[in-house]
């Protein structure tokens, strides 16, 4: 889609254009001259918590990617306050995220960084995709009665919950202008900007620590502020992960909450990736970064640095190979043989991890 030829989206434009606008000026002017009081920011964080929620464990980890399987109380949330996003609906946001990955840095990819960090933020969204109505890549999501329930609904639960409910809370507490603007106007162009931040400041700052062929990098600030979508290299190699941050440090609280969601029978088969393959991941985007100065490492000492990357390919190998008869001994009920087999395969890692990271300090200290 170029925008030379595409068709301008005029509600598309004045929405996005008016939203911050009122959101950020408006609530300031009126708080100003209205007074402040702790349920309105209180207001705008909880929907905040419970819309953002809805995209990033919903819109985006269930319906989009199916790293994980959900019940139908949990899907009818995530509709209903996932339309509140302002951001259309799962069948057409699922659709399209699916495209990105699939052509993501190419022509066909819809947000695409290549095309500066504008267009991936939102001038795409400012123009008509004449592919925007197929629906040939989300088979699954057409025969999800509550999908298609909030395609036919999801502008109505916009206006009526995402503007009307605040409105009344608002009012019962004294101000309903008050409630519009912070629980509707305000908590909307945070969640966009937020969202959007993905798409522009995750695929142009941060390090691309699992996939350097793709322009996804891990970006912690982008995590605080998206309820941790920001670790998008490690989401672009393993997009069937329910989890962005892998470490327990990472902020993530989409990963929690899906836990959580698991603990109390509301959520199941959590998809994760082998420790193995994660550092194997690791350690090829690393090779990509370092692999012009390992060509020039000459003497014995570039011949032992080498050596210590191959070491390190080979524990991982090994521990891939563990890893696959782990999960075939599992699968098999023999307790203590898995049991055994998966701390072998953990050894393995941490071997080729101290095996990498020797041949890195090495290489640092050889001259420039």
Known sequence: MSPKTAEKDWVNIIFLSLTPIIGVFGTAAWTMTHGFHWWMPALCAVLYLFVGMSICAGYHRFFSHKSYEASAPVQIFFAI???????????????????HHKHVDHDWDPYNIQRGFWWAHILWIFYRNPAGGNFDNSPDLVKNPIVMWQ?????????????????????????????????????IAVIHHTTFFVNSLAHQLG?????????????????????GEGYHSFHHRFPADFRNGIRWYHWD????????????GLASDLRTTAEPQIEQARMSAALRVVEEQLEKAEGSMGEEIRRRVNQ??????????LWRQHAE?????????????????????????????????ALEQMPA
């Open 151 to 187: 395609y036919k609904w999801h502008k109505v639960l916009l206006i009526v919950v995402g503007f009307g409910v605040p409105t009344l809370i608002g009012w019962a507490l004294g101000d309903a202008m008050a409630g519009l603007l912070w629980g509707g106007f305000l908590r």
């Open 253 to 264: 609280p989409a990963k929690w909450f899906i836990s959580g969601l698991k603990s109390v």
């Open 329 to 361: 001994e599992r699968a098999e009920g023999v307790s203590r043989e898995w049991r055994a087999t998966r701390r072998r395969a953990f050894r393995h890692v941490r071997q080729s991890r101290r095996q990498w990271k020797s041949a890195l300090r």
């Open 81 to 99: 306050f996932g339309a509140l996003a302002a951001e259309n609906s799962i069948l057409w946001w699922s659709a399209s995220h699916r495209v």
């Open 312 to 321: 390190a390919v080979r524990h991982l190998e090994t521990a891939l190979k």
């Open 207 to 227: 390090k691309p620590l699992y996939n350097a062929e793709v322009s996804a990098r891990d970006n912690w600030v982008v995590a605080l502020l998206t309820l």
